[in-house]
């Protein structure tokens, strides 16, 4: 059955050949002309185009592979001089190639679901069902995941691939092959960097859990003595991760360009925000800020700011007006000091393979709230491995329902053409209608008649002021004088209404990891 899921899906995909593409369409294509005409010593050095390699080691790899593929179908994309070049076989070629990197995802799917189904991790009558079961609810919330088909399937990105990879170590680790699990994290740095925001969940977990022999210790709760610390399973937890990134690094850093790679890796020139800003703590900064400039000159206060400032749609380095303007240390610093407490939490329960997602799930929204120059599309990584807790634990059910249709709804911004704003309420709503009535059934909610199942009443307010926000957004704005004066105003009010979401939902959750205790983790999550 579960590939007969991935078959319809990608069926789904192949309907939205003919759709919108961003310019990511065209960093890609470069990235392609980039790793095939070029020889490697000149792939992060080419600035032919504004879409420069930034994209670790192993990604430009992987567009290598493609290459390889792709000029079968048209060579001329394959020239880093034919700027914008989209021809029907080159349009064709890539998409194509989204929905077969996909199949990385869905291996990882497979193997979450496998250990599911057979750790006993959560007691259900349920597993026998052919669709209602646990593990066929979440083989559908991950494959017809709104936001990822949105960015990765009219948008363009490969995302599917690159959670595969995610899934597959998280299934590693939770399955106890500890070594496979940080060989596959240590792969997808290498792939894609953004997600060394995760870094430190997978650091405390494998310490804690393989470096530290807990047959040694005579309980849990008891101080960690050095004599159960394993120095030869650290050195080969070491090494598997050392071994790939020399495999990665190793040629550029032969050829002495390790520093050039990694300007291109992290630039931070870009400012605090992107152009739509993510709907985190800063896109509420940025709003209060916009606010008390509004109240200080109503007030009769001489405040000057920088054209266009923060709203122009540019990506670029702007300065706040009245609050004091932030520098990417200081997101640094509120990023490592808002995941601590979740990282101590993790140390102090060994053992529990679902804290380590909770964890994972924590970091990532963490740092999507504080980050610096932080993509809307970045809350894809606290949503997907979300996805795994919430068919195990009513409580995770709920904060999945709520930051999923929250999240999803956030990326509405990226598609903005007629046809795709059709095709992106369509698929948000078809996954919100499947989450919702599915959840609600496989943990027996059935008394929802003043509010969302699985939600109360505010949460559910909430949620239906999403359609009065959509309402604003395409039917009244349009028509207003609004729309001259203030062309991203729609941009601006989604982004903070939906950072409020977003910030309860990682309160709320955060107070729930933190304190869970050893008591209620043995009734309800197992």
């Not at 990765?152 to 939770?174: E, M, P, T, W």
């Not at 601590?340 to 060994?350: A, D, F, G, H």
């Not at 980050?371 to 949503?383: D, P, Q, R, S, Y």
């Not at 059934?441 to 969302?452: A, E, G, P, Q």
Request: hydrophobic content about 50%.
């Amino acid at each position: 059955m579960f590939w007969t899921i991935v078959a319809v899906v990608s069926c789904i995909k192949l309907l939205l050949l003919p759709s919108y593409r961003s310019t990511d369409f065209e960093v890609h294509r470069n990235w392609l002309a980039i790793t095939h005409s070029l020889p490697i010593q000149r792939w992060y050095y080419e600035d032919t185009s504004e879409w420069t390699l930034d994209y670790p080691p192993l990604f430009a790899w992987f567009e290598y592979l493609l290459s390889q593929v792709a000029v079968f179908f048209d060579p001329k994309m394959l020239e880093v001089q034919n700027l914008n070049y989209a021809s029907y076989e080159t349009v064709l070629f890539q998409k194509l190639s989204v929905i077969f990197a996909d199949l990385v995802f869905a291996i990882g799917i497979k193997e979450c679901c496998h250990y599911l189904s057979g750790s006993g991790v959560r007691k259900s009558s349920r597993w026998g069902l052919r669709w209602g079961s646990p593990a066929a609810i979440l083989q559908l919330l991950l494959l017809g995941n709104a936001g990822l088909i949105i960015v990765d399937h009219i948008h363009f990105q490969y995302n599917g691939f690159l959670f595969g990879v995610l899934l597959l170590s998280i299934a590693r680790v939770l399955q106890g092959r500890c070594l496979e699990g940080a060989f596959w994290f240590a792969v997808l740095l290498n792939l894609k960097h953004i997600f060394v925001y995760i870094a430190p969940a997978y650091a405390v977990y494998l310490l804690r859990n393989y470096c530290f022999d807990r047959t040694k210790e005579a309980h849990a709760t008891e101080p960690l003595k050095l004599s159960s610390f394993s120095f030869v399973r650290f050195f080969k937890l070491a090494a598997v991760v050392t071994a790939v990134f020399l495999l990665s690094f190793g040629p550029f850093i032969i050829m002495g360009q390790l520093g050039q790679v990694l300007s291109r890796l992290f630039p931070f020139k870009r400012g605090l925000s992107h152009a739509y800003w993510a709907p985190n703590f800063w896109a509420l900064y940025n709003m209060a800020d916009k606010l008390l400039t509004i109240a200080g000159r109503a007030g009769g206060l001489k405040i000057s700011t920088s054209k266009g400032s923060m709203t122009g749609g540019l990506v670029q380095e702007y300065q706040h007006s009245v609050l004091p303007s932030v520098a990417p240390s200081t997101t640094f610093v509120l990023t490592l000091l808002s995941i601590v407490p979740c990282l101590v939490k993790l140390w102090r329960c060994p053992g529990n393979p679902l804290h380590f997602v909770r964890c994972l799930v924590l970091c990532a929204l963490s740092a999507f709230m504080f980050g610096w120059h932080v993509h809307e599309k970045a809350i894809l990584i606290v949503i997907i491995p979300l996805t795994l807790l919430a068919v195990v634990w009513r409580r995770e059910a709920q904060t999945y329902l709520l930051l999923c249709t929250v999240g999803h709804f956030s990326l509405f911004p990226l598609l903005f053409t007629p046809m795709e704003n059709c095709i992106k309420v369509c698929l948000f709503l078809l996954h919100c209608i499947y989450a919702f009535q599915k959840l609600s059934s496989l943990f027996d909610i059935t008394d929802s008649r003043h509010s969302l199942p699985l939600l109360s009443l505010p949460e559910s307010l909430y949620v239906f002021s999403l359609s009065v926000l959509s309402l604003f957004e395409y039917v009244v704005f349009p028509l207003s004088s609004l729309s001259k004066s203030y062309p991203f105003l729609p941009l601006m009010l989604i982004s903070v209404h939906c950072a409020v979401g977003v910030l309860y939902c990682w309160l709320q959750y955060y107070w729930h990891f933190v304190t869970m205790d050893k008591a209620s983790r043995k009734r309800k999550a197992y």
